[in-house]
């Protein structure tokens, strides 16, 4: 497989000879982009690049023709991160936060979902346009890290046994994230129930063994990452997706956005509206002559 060093992807992968399939996912330069257009202090863009990462590598094990959504929601000095993830692969996410709150939360010594957090959930959503039934899966944020709060939410609500390891650095212009999460698939190859729990115990034991400094090395290729974990058993690398920063909004989109309000909610002293989409910070600005024409007069 060939593999641009350092380029955001996921990735699948199967353990030979286990019932265990795995996903790789790595975020660099994208990732960047998303960070960079915001200025956010850096435990929220760390906490943003987390998100981003657990929302690929979860939209990753997914078969799915639309939008993937990951949100977390909290009464924390974070209260909102939102990521969401196309089938095609297109990444975008923002975060809401106070201030006053972060900087107090930074001098406390506790792991970051409790201090920056708090209490709240985290909702994942498969949306495939109007002709499809939506799907959404809602746990609590019941965990140290993210990572955790994902296990929580596969072990009680999906009956999947799951384990997730994630790792992101933003500092000093350094931007990058990965995750590698493994799930015990129904039995295929090992009907030996005994056999099938001790391959699955060794593959949970070998990802704890897993370093940040590792899964963020991106001179380390991925086929390298895989061998040196799982190469006692073997493992089988898929072709990569590419992940590429992406945002959906459009002049149009907002347009269509602005008309479900009244025209007198959206607009300045000046009757103009002026809209920055929370994505990506692009501006968008309506005149009174086309939102006479949006609103189909002036009123």
Known sequence: MSQVLGSDFSQTFQIEGLDVRGRLVRLGPE?????DAHGYPDSVSEMLAETLTLG??????LKYDGLFTLQIQSDGPISLLVADV???????????????RLEQAAARESAPVPRLLGAGHLAFTVDQGPDMERYQGIAALDG???????????????????????????TG??????ALMVQRMPHQHVPDEAEAEDGWRRTVAILASLKAAELLDFNLTPDQLLYRLYHEDGVRAFAPQPLVHQCRC???????T???FPRAEVVGDDGCARVVCE????????????????????E
């Open 31 to 35: 990732l960047a982009k998303v960070i």
């Open 56 to 61: 690929a590598v979860l939209a990753s094990a």
């Open 86 to 100: 196309t089938s095609a692969g297109a990444v975008r996410g923002y975060a809401r936060f106070d201030a006053e």
């Open 144 to 170: 140290a890290t993210l990572a955790e709060c994902a296990h929580h939410y596969f072990r009680h609500s999906e009956q999947l046994e799951t384990a997730i390891f994630i790792a992101a650095r933003v």
């Open 173 to 178: 212009g350094d931007i990058r994230a990965g």
């Open 250 to 256: 459009s002049q149009g989109k907002v347009a269509n």
């Open 258 to 260: 602005l008309k479900s």
């Open 279 to 298: 994505f990506c910070k692009a501006h968008y600005d309506f005149s009174p002559v086309q939102l006479d024409a949006l609103y189909g007069g002036t």
